[in-house]
């Protein structure tokens, strides 16, 4: 089961998705830090893998090490 910090980011991506506005790229990345700070790099990852934050907004996976 999923966090609610990661259930509320993906209600902001696929808002800011479907609107696809001029800060739509600002409000998928604030909500990825957001979950990068709760969750870590592994969640941000996988949202923006699964949403394809790299080919719509040029956001780019978070290196883990």
């Known amino acids: 089961m999923e966090s609610d910090k990661v259930t509320w980011a993906r209600q902001k991506i696929e808002t800011a998705i479907e609107q696809n ?3 739509s790229h600002n409000i ?3 909500a990825l830090m957001a979950v990068l700070e709760a969750e870590g790099k592994e969640a941000a990852n ?3 893998e699964e949403y394809g934050l790299d080919a719509l907004y040029q956001i780019r996976k978070v290196e883990v090490r």
């Open 21 to 23: 506005g001029p800060y």
């Open 28 to 30: 998928c990345s604030m």
């Open 46 to 48: 996988k949202l923006i």
